[in-house]
């Protein structure tokens, strides 16, 4: 079954501790991106990557880093997370953002708590 | 820039009646549009896309939307509702420029009610 799944769904954790929230897709698509959703803002873009070792800034990128080392994983790091990191955070996907015509493929989220 | 409006944050409607959900963009050049659903603890789901071609676009369980050039508008319709629609709804925006990027409206929540 072709899917964006994401790790944890849910954690709760205090600030300055660092995290990782892992991303991996097994469609082969080249492009991913994680997105932030809080209320009343829609989903905002962090870092998104075009392909593998190719990463570039979104519209929120300060305090997360993202790598991509292999083509399925985009893991979302956050080195020291304060409280107003605290969202759903979404990864997404899509074949070839080359061609824009491909629509994005979404995680089921993850509920990031920082206290 | 590119931008996205969903003029309405809340729509609540009762089973059976029909639905609107607004929708406009704002891009100096030629767009793709989307809609998006989410369910309660859910990812995104494409509901259609507009591309080229024919305005008026089909897409899953029965939602359709047609795409205005000159209103620079992508409104959501479906004819008659089910309790199951209830979801939030993003529209999304994509002006095909060099930054690659796909920007979302802050959403709208459709409420059926029976």
């Known amino acids: 079954e072709a899917q964006v799944t994401q790790n944890p769904r849910y954690l709760i954790t205090v600030t300055g501790k660092k995290l990782t929230v892992t991303c991996s897709q097994n469609?082969?698509?080249?492009?991913m991106s994680w997105y932030r959703q809080d209320p009343g803002l829609g989903l905002r873009q962090i870092y998104y990557?075009?392909?593998?070792?190719?990463?570039d800034k979104g519209d929120v990128p300060e305090g997360y880093k993202v790598s991509r080392k292999e083509k399925r994983n985009f893991p979302l790091i956050l080195e020291s997370p304060s409280p107003n990191q605290t969202s759903l955070y979404f990864c997404?996907?899509?074949?070839?953002?080359?061609?824009?015509?491909?629509?994005?493929?979404f995680g089921d989220g993850t509920r990031l708590s920082i206290l | 820039a590119q931008s996205v409006t969903q003029l309405d944050s809340q729509v609540p409607v009762f089973e059976e009646a029909p639905v609107e959900l607004r929708c406009n963009y704002s891009?100096?050049?030629?767009?793709?549009l989307f809609w998006y659903v989410q369910y309660p603890n859910q990812g995104l789901q494409l509901l259609l896309k507009?591309?080229?071609?024919?305005?008026l676009v089909k897409g899953i369980n029965g939602f359709e939307a047609e795409f205005n050039k000159s209103q620079t508008s992508f409104h959501l319709r479906k004819p008659s509702v089910h309790i199951s629609d209830t979801a939030e709804y993003f529209c999304?925006?994509?002006?095909?420029?060099?930054?690659?990027?796909?920007?979302f409206g802050k959403g709208t929540l459709l409420t059926v009610n029976p």
């Open positions: 507009y591309l080229s071609g024919s305005t």
């Open positions: 891009s100096s050049v030629s767009v793709y």
């Open positions: 997404a996907s899509s074949e070839n953002r080359v061609r824009r015509n491909q629509p994005q493929h």
């Open positions: 990557s075009m392909n593998v070792e190719v990463t």
């Open positions: 999304a925006v994509d002006s095909g420029g060099s930054n690659y990027k796909l920007t």
């Open positions: 469609m082969n698509h080249e492009y």
